[in-house]
């Protein structure tokens, strides 16, 4: 099973938007709304931002938001702050019945 | 609270073997599918395996099938993986995650801080 394919970077100023792809194939992303998305920052572990494509979960800033096109999910997040600055993974449920990830978005906040 | 605790990682050689817990507390363990998750160094995630909440059903990687099996006891509250003919490639720090529901490993609302299993000579 290929990772996702995310693009490796993304940068934008507080306050602003910016969005984060994911693209996999009919077989994971565009067959199952089963997309999510973690946010990790350095030396910390991953925490649950999105699941099922655009369910936030409790706690979770209403400023991060999820859609799905076809084979591509995306991570919105709106009012960029500091503290967003981390690295970005989606993941997959698979026809395979395993999980996959992306291969993670490195988030700047200029 | 929720809280997942990783233990028995460190070095070991190529091919050799290791068995790493994670126990957990704050919720009916016996509930809930858990999977692990490893990390190389510098490196994505990569989900690795999974088990129903009953340990009936497993699920594995195709990185690992083979050569590790995860399980869990229930009545100590505590995840199991079992890994063998270790390789250069399975450095990683490794993540107990818990999921949703009774199966499946579609999401982790909860992730424990990792332990790091290094395979070198």
């Known amino acids: 099973q290929s990772a996702l394919t995310q693009p490796a970077s993304v940068s934008g100023s507080p306050g602003q938007s910016i969005t984060i792809s994911c693209t996999g194939t009919?077989?994971?992303?565009?067959?199952?709304?089963?997309v999510s998305w973690y946010q990790q920052h350095p030396g910390k572990a991953p925490k649950l931002m999105i699941y099922d494509v655009s369910n936030r979960p409790s706690g979770v800033s209403n400023r991060f938001s999820g859609s799905k096109s076809g084979n591509t999910a995306s991570l919105t997040i709106s009012g960029l702050q500091a503290e967003d600055e981390a690295d970005y993974y989606c993941s997959s449920y698979t026809s395979s019945t395993t999980l996959v990830f992306g291969g993670g978005t490195k988030l700047t906040v200029l | 609270e929720v809280q997942l605790l990783e233990s028995g990682g460190g070095l070991v050689q190529p091919g050799g073997s290791l068995r790493l817990s994670c126990a957990a507390s704050g919720f009916t363990f016996s509930s809930y599918a858990l999977s692990w998750v490893r990390q190389a160094p510098g490196k994505g995630l990569e989900w690795v395996s999974g088990?129903?909440?009953?340990?009936?059903?497993?699920d594995y990687a195709d990185s690992v099938k083979g050569r590790f099996t995860i399980s869990r006891d229930n009545s100590k509250n505590t995840l199991y993986l079992q890994m063998n003919s270790l390789r250069a490639e399975d450095t990683a720090i490794y993540y107990c995650?818990?999921?949703?529901?009774?199966?499946?490993?579609?999401?982790?609302?909860?992730w424990g801080q990792g332990t790091l299993v290094t395979v070198s000579s």
């Open positions: 088990i129903s909440s009953s340990g009936a059903g497993t």
């Open positions: 009919s077989s994971d992303v565009g067959g199952y709304n089963y």
């Open positions: 995650a818990k999921g949703f529901y009774n199966s499946g490993w579609h999401r982790f609302d909860y």
